[in-house]
């Protein structure tokens, strides 16, 4: 049975620096640039048909500088991940704007690896890493933002071609790579188009002649008979199955007293195109939940009502299934298939004001039938009487859809978790479902960037035909990959 796993995670003038041409990727792992599917698109940086990790930590001290971030890479294997403490050893690595031949310079403030992603940008078969610094200067103009793109190889991610990419109308306060996201949503180019959100809308990029590009910008401050919107996360998604990734643009609008929506723009030949409005919130994920050959769409509104008028819940998940009409099948209100909340019977836990269910989501298949299974961070819930010590709840795929039916919880007081539930840990800020080992089950990492006083710490729990399990469960920070774990926030964004 295909497995499926979800991409993320994940949106005029540019500035950029570009390199040379690039190695050809060993024939059995060059798959097709962006797509959606495990059968063509890993997080794999060196080709060797394993998935990597990519991981944040913006608030990381960088040659010096406190809060200039950086990000650490975990390579795949038959025996899956590890650290640079593992035993036996596993291939890791550190980058940073101090790091030689990444552009730039670390600076306190930059929060380099505040947004992260991946995708074939220049169509070699290795994936490369895409980093954002929303926090970085332009000249006077304060937290801009930039983007630092580093490119896969047969050895992982070099900075060896380093490139950066400013925003075509730098501003202040804009933060330019606030979200970001990589997949095929063009034909008009071999590789994955890049798409880089700042506070209004989403630019796009390209490579062409050994450089990338800038191709236009899907604003969002208007979008086609609406109110503007301000970005806040990209997703992308083949929804409706034609071989092209389609683009979700997700914010708050800036005309209804902020309620969260989204923009859906679908890839096509040349280029994607607005389709349409839909619920929205402030997590997204993609995946096959029902395999049936379609993405389906979810959305986390951590303590955000359905309706104006209902009551806050502790936090709500939609769900759109996708099909051979994309999203066209859904109602004119842009009601989702699904709606699920910890009142949901079988959803593990109680719904309760401050729970952010659905703060962070992540779709892939965790017990290899086929169905992406869904992991919600729920870094508000109390545990006992330790409050926001947070926890994560699992929902099943299936045939119709998401299930409650063998639904899962995890936090840090259960069984085989290392540590200690603790006031404001905000255990599952991040959830990510990665498969590791390439055995067809996503293993779960959880994380808690507030952990251990905003150092952050992110958890690896095991994958299972049972789903996810607790046994022999590890946890990791930034101190674990020989570089300062102080304040770094690790964990604050991990790519799919």
């Known amino acids: 049975m295909t497995h499926r796993r979800c991409t993320a995670v994940a949106a005029a003038s540019f500035l950029l620096l570009s390199g040379a041409a690039v190695a050809t990727a060993p024939t059995a792992f060059a798959g097709t640039p962006g797509g959606t599917f495990a059968g063509d698109r890993n997080s794999d940086f060196d080709g060797d048909g394993y998935d990597d990790v990519l991981t944040g930590a ?235 050959g379609y993405d389906d769409l979810v959305y986390g509104r951590p303590d955000k009502p359905e309706d104006g008028n209902e009551p806050l819940t502790g936090g709500v998940v939609g769900v759109y299934l996708g099909s051979a009409n994309g999203m066209d099948d859904v109602n004119e209100l842009g009601t989702p298939d699904q709606v699920w909340t910890q009142d949901n019977a079988g959803v593990p836990g109680t719904a309760e004001l401050g729970d952010a269910f659905g703060a962070d989501v992540s779709l892939a298949d965790i017990d290899g039938d086929g169905h992406a299974d869904l992991a919600v961070g729920v870094p ?26 063998g639904a899962k919880s995890f936090d840090q007081s259960s069984a085989g978790v290392p540590g200690t539930a603790e006031k404001d840990d905000r255990w599952g800020g991040q959830v990510r479902l990665v498969d590791t080992d390439a055995d067809g089950r996503c293993e779960l990492l959880a994380a808690a960037p507030g952990e251990n006083t905003l150092d952050g710490v992110v958890w690896w729990l095991a994958a299972s035909t049972t789903g996810t399990v607790s046994t022999g469960s590890w946890s990791y920070g930034g101190g674990s990959f020989g570089t300062s774990g102080a304040d770094a926030l690790f964990g604050a964004a991990i790519d799919e």
């Open 58 to 292: 913006p608030g990381g001290t960088d040659g010096g500088k406190k809060g200039a971030g950086y990000v650490t890479v975990q390579y795949g294997a038959a025996s899956g991940m590890g650290t640079a403490t593992s035993v036996p050893r596993v291939r890791t690595a550190v980058f940073g704007q101090a790091t030689a031949g990444v552009p730039g310079s670390a600076e306190a403030g930059d929060g380099f690896g505040t947004a992260v992603a991946t995708g074939d940008l220049d169509a070699d078969g290795y994936d490369d890493a895409i980093v954002a610094a929303p926090g970085e200067d332009e000249g006077s103009m304060s937290d801009a933002g930039r983007v630092t793109v580093l490119h896969g190889s047969p050895a992982g991610l070099t900075s060896a071609r380093g490139v950066t990419l400013g925003s075509g109308t730098p501003a202040v306060d804009a933060r330019f790579g606030l979200a970001l996201a990589a997949a095929r949503l063009s034909g008009a180019t071999p590789g994955d188009v890049l798409a880089v959100a700042d506070h209004g809308g989403a630019w796009l990029f390209t490579y062409a002649a050994g450089s990338l590009e800038g191709t236009g910008r899907l604003g969002t401050a208007g979008v086609p008979g609406r109110d503007s919107m301000r970005p806040a996360s990209l997703t992308t998604g083949n929804y409706d199955g034609d071989g092209y990734a389609d683009l979700l643009v997700s914010g708050s609008s800036l005309e209804e007293d902020y309620r969260p929506r989204s923009a859906l723009y679908m890839g096509a030949a040349d280029g994607p195109a607005y389709a349409r409005d839909l619920a929205g919130g402030s997590a997204t994920a993609s995946g096959d939940i029902d395999d049936d």
């Open 380 to 405: 508000g819930e109390d545990i006992g009487t330790v409050a926001d010590a947070g926890g994560v709840r699992i929902l099943r795929g299936s045939d119709a859809g998401l299930t409650a039916a």
